[in-house]
């Protein structure tokens, strides 16, 4: 049974910063790319960043890819979001996906509000 459980939201000052965590569960992690996605309320979840199964390759969202980094560890199945210069407007529900077999699975998500 494939889970995805996120871990690291909460509350951040603007300009502060956020590790995000996702351990992944009943699938053999190492194969496949993850994803992180966000939704802010009111607005259609987005594509946060990306990493392949190696971790060789990483692709972000204009919006991010100076401040946003994702990584993995294939050991621990764990795939990471550092967020750095966090702005009130990245507040949101983040989300860990991964496309397994032709199909999709989320994590519960983990909220993370960046207010003063």
């Known amino acids: 049974q494939v889970q995805l459980v996120e871990s690291g939201g909460g509350l951040v000052q603007p300009g502060g910063s956020l590790r995000l965590s996702c351990v992944a569960s009943?699938?053999?992690?190492?194969?496949?790319?993850m994803k992180w996605y966000r939704q802010a309320p009111g607005k259609e979840r987005e594509l946060v960043a990306a990493i392949s199964s190696t971790g060789g390759s990483t692709t972000y969202a204009d919006s991010m890819k100076d401040r946003f980094t994702i990584s993995r560890d294939n050991v621990k199945n764990t795939v990471y979001l550092q967020m750095n210069s966090l702005k009130p407007e990245d507040t949101a529900v983040y989300y860990c996906?991964?496309?397994?077999?032709?199909?999709?699975?989320w994590g519960q998500g983990t909220q993370v509000t960046v207010s003063s």
């Open positions: 009943g699938f053999t992690f190492s194969y496949y790319a």
């Open positions: 996906y991964a496309l397994i077999r032709f199909r999709g699975y």
